[in-house]
């Protein structure tokens, strides 16, 4: 059983490059979340999905694209990548919708924006 | 929206002695309270997670307690071991519209000295 599983583990672009975060859980998970995490700042939700098809905005969303074709994958892409998206991504998944439930984290991707 | 505070930033202590870490959060309708562990490089891992209908929940070492009054939880670390040192954080989350908002804290950074 995989988990939740993060792709790649680090990446180095150029400002202005686009890209696309992987992002795939194993265990039917309805939930999908993506954060962010910068030093002294937590972890901050960037977008999230309930389910195939819908998607979310979280608390800093601006500059990245979510989409959610299947349960199982929920890719995150910067479109056009700026120096302030440097930074630590964690993909989450939890089992279901229907209340607060415990939220799976992958492995992260570390993501230097020159 | 919410807002979750933690304190201390750092955190020093002596192995066998106990750790505190305090949270409080600002919206009332949260009523879902993990903790998450972080060792370096790694993914946070959940530790333990108290619902606002329950006061106090323990596992171990581990101890979560909850006032909703005050809007503040605690995590509790008894007899604590050097395998204890990680960043700890918090979180706050309110069930709203059929999504879960997690909020986090911005972390305590637990050193356990031999």
């Known amino acids: 059983n995989a988990g939740v599983t993060q792709t790649p583990k680090f990446q180095v672009l150029k400002t202005g490059q686009s890209m696309t975060l992987q992002c795939a859980q194993d265990?039917?998970?309805?939930?999908m979340s993506w954060y962010r995490q910068d030093p002294g700042m937590g972890l901050r939700l960037i977008h999230y999905s309930v389910g195939a098809g819908i998607t979310d905005q979280g608390e800093v969303p601006n500059g990245y694209n979510v989409s959610r074709s299947t349960t199982e994958d929920f890719p995150l892409r910067l479109l056009s990548a700026a120096p302030s998206q440097t930074s630590v991504y964690f993909c989450a998944s939890s089992r279901t919708r229907q209340d607060n439930q415990p939220q799976h984290f992958g492995d992260g991707t570390r993501l230097s924006i020159l | 929206g919410e807002n979750v505070e933690q304190h201390p930033s750092t955190l020093s202590v002596q192995e066998g002695d106990s750790a505190v870490i305090k949270c409080t959060y600002s919206?009332?309708?949260?009523?879902?309270f993990p903790w998450y562990k972080q060792e370096l490089g790694k993914r946070p891992q959940l530790i333990i997670d108290?619902?606002?209908?329950?006061g106090e929940k323990k596992d171990q070492r581990i101890a979560v307690t909850l006032n909703k009054t005050a809007k503040h939880f605690s995590l509790h670390i008894t007899e604590t071991q050097p395998e204890d040192s990680a960043v700890y954080f918090c979180a706050a989350s309110i069930w709203i519209q059929g999504a879960q908002k997690l909020v986090f804290g911005q972390g305590t950074r637990l050193t356990i000295n031999p």
């Open positions: 919206d009332s309708a949260s009523n879902y």
């Open positions: 265990m039917n998970h309805e939930y």
């Open positions: 108290i619902r606002s209908n329950v």
